[in-house]
C-alpha cells in the first residue's frame, strides 16, 4: 500500500483537478472559480514531484539524483502545497466580496518559501523553515474556516466539509509545531518535529475532498434555504412595511429601480468570465452603498430593487455613492470601458403606499433615465410614473 501511495495522490489530485474544471470553472466561469482551479492544479503538481521524489528514493543507487535527490524538489512539493491553501483562501474572499483578495502577496509568499527551504535544506535552518512553512499553511487554513463562516448566502451544509477539513489542517500545524520544544536551537527543534511527510498524504486527501465537495457546490451556485426565502419574499415584506409605513404615516420610504446600463455591449466587448466579473462587481456596490434596514431583490443579473426607510435629504448622497462607486475603473476591472448605472426613484410620499405602484413608477424612472443617456437618477412624480427631470448631480 505504502508502494502505491504517489499513484493513489497522483490519481486522486488529477481527478479533483478535472472535476473542479469540468463540472466548476467550465459551465460557471467566474473569479473565484478559476482560483479555486488554479488551487487544484497546484494541488496535482505537487502530485507529481512527489512521485517523483518517492520513484528516486527506491531508486537507491542506480536511480538517485535523476530527478527528486535535490533539494528544489521537495522544496517545490512544500511551497505547491501551501500555495493551493492560499489559493483556495483567496477565492474564498473573492466570493464574499473583498475588494482586497491578496492574490499577489500569495503567490509571493510560496515563491519566496520554495526558495527559502530549498536554501536551508540540509543546514541548521532547516528545522526552522519547515515549522514557518507548517506555520503559514496552518494560518491559510484558519483563513479558509473564517472566511467560509462568513459566507451567509450559502447552506451549512455547503461550508461545513471545507470547514472541518482546513480546520484540521490548521490543528496538525499547531501541533506539528508544537512538538518542536523545547526551543534550545535550530537542530534541536529540526531533531524534535515530527516528520511531515509521514501525515502530509492523509491531511493532503482530507483536504482535496473536502475542498471539492464545498468549493463545486459554491461555485454552482448553491444557496442557503433562508437566503432563497429571504429574496422570493421581498415583496411579501416590502408590503408589509409600506402597510405599516402608511398606518403611520410615515412617507420616509422610497423603491429604487437600479439597473446596469448598457449590458448588451458589455457583454459583446468581453469574455464570459469578463462579463460574470462585471455582474458580480454590479452587485456587490449596490449591496455595499445601501444600509442594512434596506430590502434588497435582484430581480435580474442586471438590475435590483431596493425599499429604502430614508428621507429624501438622506437617498441623494446614498445616489451619488452609488454612482462614483460603479463608474471608478479600478485596476482588476475586466473590461476597458467606463461602468454605469440608470436609477429610478419612486417615493412613498409622492406616489403613495402601493408597492406596484412604487414599482411600475420606479421603473418608468429608471428607462428615463436610460433615455437621457444613463449614469443618472430620474424622480417619479406621479403614480402614472412620470419622471422628473431630476439627473444626478455630480
Known sequence: MIDQLPVILITLTTLCCALMIGLGFVPRPTRESAIWSAAFVSAMVASYFFAAVAIDGEGGADGAGAHGDGPWWPAAIGGLIVLALGLVWVG??????????????????????IAVLAVTDGTDAAGVTRAIAAGIAGLAAAGIAIELAGIR????????????????????????????????GAGDLADGLPAAAEYAPTLMTIALVTALVTLLLLTRGETAPAEERETGGFRAVARDRLARAERLDDSWWSVLDVRLDDPTALREASSALGYTRVLDRFADDVTAVFPAEADLEQVEPTRFLVLLPRHE??????????????????????????????????????????????????????????????????????????????????
Open 92 to 113: 474564498v474572499r473573492v466570493r464574499r466580496g473583498r475588494r482586497v483578495v491578496m492574490i499577489v502577496p500569495t503567490l509571493v509568499v510560496a515563491a519566496v518559501l
Open 153 to 184: 448566502a450559502a447552506h451549512r451544509s455547503t461550508t461545513i466539509p471545507l470547514t472541518v477539513g482546513a480546520a484540521i489542517v490548521a490543528m496538525y500545524a499547531v501541533v506539528w509545531i508544537a512538538a518542536g520544544t523545547p526551543w534550545n
Open 313 to 394: 435629504p438622506s437617498v441623494r448622497p446614498l445616489l451619488r455613492t452609488l454612482l462614483d462607486r460603479v463608474s471608478t475603473v479600478s485596476a482588476e476591472q475586466p473590461v476597458d470601458v467606463r461602468l454605469s448605472v440608470s436609477i429610478g426613484w419612486a417615493s412613498a410620499g409622492e406616489i403613495g403606499y402601493d408597492l406596484d405602484d412604487l414599482v411600475a413608477a420606479a421603473s418608468a424612472a429608471a428607462d428615463a433615465a436610460q433615455l437621457a443617456g444613463g449614469d443618472g437618477w430620474e424622480r417619479a412624480l406621479s403614480v402614472a410614473g412620470a419622471a422628473g427631470a431630476t439627473p444626478a448631480a455630480p
